[in-house]
């Protein structure tokens, strides 16, 4: 009995310990995993045709865009098969309004960093003003959460311990945007075992390569478990797999991962009509509260051929290669714009001050002319030369 008591304030303490650990790194990921059985779910609508299928975990409330634009939502779940409305036509296009309010959500982490980072640049570009393009310069990050993702025609398995062929297929994406002038930063940190906790292991990598690439995206590659044919199609007379984006519904910044998805998917629908598949909104959040511009690509499924797979992703970078590179340019340009203001606020506010304290404006310019006056003339009358500055 007394050893048995003894144990109980280290078992209490190390739950204490183990609670304060998992506050300290964050909250969960809370993601929605794909099957353990490499299965998959079938969404039927209202006359029972099937519309989509994946093999991403399937609930209730969950919604997708179809290659089509046609909108649904999973009404019900039963076993493989889930029940879908039809929302309507979905508008890709975003107005203004639309697009200022979804890139309002940038995480207060990213602001501040945004902050620090923009003063850093003006001090840059202060001190060598063809450093400009330098201090601007955005990158987009490429990391793997599930790294033993494999596809099984080509790597004869569908899951691999340790880098599967999801790595290849990382790579092509990373190649055809640097083709296209894009600066991309690959982390291919491991995150195994394949559970539920891979998206918290991969969020830390998310984390640093967001901070230490100052990205102007996230880019998480995958593949799905859907069958084969559910990916597969022709492009320029190639055989290639489609992309499917995924957005998280349990985040904060969803609005902002959407209407980038949308702007991703226009634009490759315009280049290349039928690569992308749809964009499918699971509960889950996959870590996109990092980064307003954070997106998860399906990039086949484990049944597909991985040069399928990576010939489908070199032409979806191909396509979005200038939505990347405006992100990366904009995000500059809105950033010094945004410290404009801030100084003029200072500003502002600062004369308003004096007005209040000096009780007019005349007495207020009369203060301003007198501190500039005395301090110049202090500062010019150290830098005389001693003895009258004559010879």
Same mark, same amino acid.
């Given at each position: 009995?007394?050893?048995?008591?003894?144990?109980?304030?280290?078992?209490?303490?190390?739950?204490?310990?183990?609670?304060?650990?998992?506050?300290?790194?964050?909250?969960?990921?809370?993601?929605?995993?794909?099957?353990?059985?490499?299965?998959?779910?079938?969404? $039927?609508?209202? =006359? %029972?045709?099937? @519309?989509?299928?994946?093999?991403? #975990?399937?609930?209730?409330? &969950? /919604?997708?865009?179809?290659?089509?634009?046609?909108?649904?939502?999973?009404?019900?779940?039963?076993?493989?098969?889930?029940?879908?409305?039809?929302?309507?036509?979905?508008?890709?296009?975003?107005?203004?309004?639309?697009?200022?309010?979804?890139?309002?959500?940038?995480?207060?982490?990213?602001?501040?960093?945004?902050?620090?980072?923009?003063?850093?640049?003006?001090?840059?570009?202060?001190?060598?003003?063809?450093?400009?393009?330098?201090?601007?310069?955005?990158?987009?990050?490429?990391?793997?959460?599930?790294?033993?993702?494999?596809?099984?025609?080509?790597?004869?398995?569908?899951?691999?311990?340790?880098?599967?062929?999801?790595?290849?297929?990382?790579?092509?994406?990373?190649?055809? $945007?640097?083709? =296209? %002038?894009?600066? @991309?930063?690959?982390?291919?940190? #491991?995150?195994?075992?394949? &559970? /539920?906790?891979?998206?918290?292991?991969?969020?830390?990598?998310?984390?640093?390569?967001?901070?230490?690439?100052?990205?102007?995206?996230?880019?998480?590659?995958?593949?799905?478990?859907?069958?084969?044919?559910?990916?597969?199609?022709?492009?320029?007379?190639?055989?290639?797999?489609?992309?499917?984006?995924?957005?998280?519904?349990?985040?904060?910044?969803?609005?902002?991962?959407?209407?980038?998805?949308?702007?991703?998917?226009?634009?490759?629908?315009?280049?290349?009509?039928?690569?992308?598949?749809?964009?499918?909104?699971?509960?889950?959040?996959?870590?996109?509260?990092?980064?307003?511009?954070?997106?998860?690509?399906?990039?086949?499924?484990?049944?597909?051929?991985?040069?399928?797979?990576?010939?489908?992703?070199?032409?979806?970078?191909?396509?979005?290669?200038?939505?990347?590179?405006?992100?990366?340019?904009?995000?500059?340009?809105?950033?010094?714009?945004?410290?404009?203001?801030?100084?003029?606020?200072?500003?502002?506010?600062?004369?308003?001050?004096?007005?209040?304290?000096?009780?007019?404006?005349?007495?207020?310019?009369?203060?301003?002319?007198?501190?500039?006056?005395?301090?110049?003339?202090?500062?010019?009358?150290?830098?005389?030369?001693?003895?009258?500055?004559?010879?």
């Amino acid at each position: 009995m007394k050893a048995t008591s003894s144990r109980r304030p280290r078992r209490w303490l190390a739950g204490l310990l183990a609670a304060a650990v998992l506050v300290a790194a964050g909250p969960p990921a809370l993601a929605a995993e794909e099957r353990d059985d490499l299965g998959y779910y079938r969404m $039927l609508d209202e =006359a %029972g045709r099937e @519309v989509f299928v994946t093999g991403i #975990i399937t609930r209730v409330g &969950d /919604q997708f865009i179809t290659a089509d634009n046609r909108r649904y939502e999973v009404t019900a779940v039963d076993g493989d098969e889930a029940r879908v409305r039809f929302l309507g036509v979905e508008d890709l296009t975003l107005t203004p309004d639309e697009e200022a309010a979804a890139l309002a959500q940038v995480p207060a982490a990213f602001t501040d960093a945004s902050v620090r980072e923009r003063l850093a640049a003006f001090w840059v570009r202060l001190r060598d003003p063809s450093r400009r393009v330098q201090a601007q310069t955005r990158s987009v990050c490429v990391y793997f959460t599930h790294n033993g993702e494999s596809y099984e025609p080509s790597d004869g398995e569908a899951n691999t311990e340790g880098r599967g062929g999801i790595y290849e297929v990382g790579q092509s994406l990373q190649a055809a $945007l640097e083709r =296209a %002038g894009i600066r @991309v930063v690959r982390d291919d940190s #491991i995150h195994l075992p394949h &559970d /539920q906790l891979a998206y918290d292991r991969s969020r830390r990598t998310a984390l640093r390569c967001a901070r230490q690439a100052r990205a102007a995206a996230l880019v998480d590659v995958h593949r799905d478990t859907a069958p084969p044919q559910a990916y597969e199609t022709t492009i320029q007379g190639q055989p290639v797999t489609q992309v499917m984006l995924v957005v998280g519904r349990q985040n904060p910044a969803m609005q902002a991962n959407l209407a980038f998805a949308k702007r991703l998917k226009a634009r490759v629908d315009e280049e290349f009509p039928g690569l992308v598949r749809g964009i499918f909104m699971a509960r889950g959040k996959y870590n996109q509260d990092l980064h307003p511009r954070a997106i998860l690509l399906e990039v086949g499924a484990h049944k597909n051929r991985r040069e399928d797979a990576e010939r489908g992703v070199a032409l979806f970078g191909q396509a979005v290669a200038p939505v990347l590179a405006a992100a990366g340019g904009g995000e500059a340009r809105s950033g010094w714009q945004a410290l404009l203001w801030i100084l003029v606020l200072l500003a502002v506010g600062g004369g308003l001050y004096l007005w209040i304290s000096a009780g007019s404006w005349q007495e207020a310019v009369r203060k301003i002319r007198q501190f500039v006056t005395t301090e110049f003339a202090d500062v010019f009358g150290r830098l005389r030369p001693r003895g009258g500055g004559r010879s």
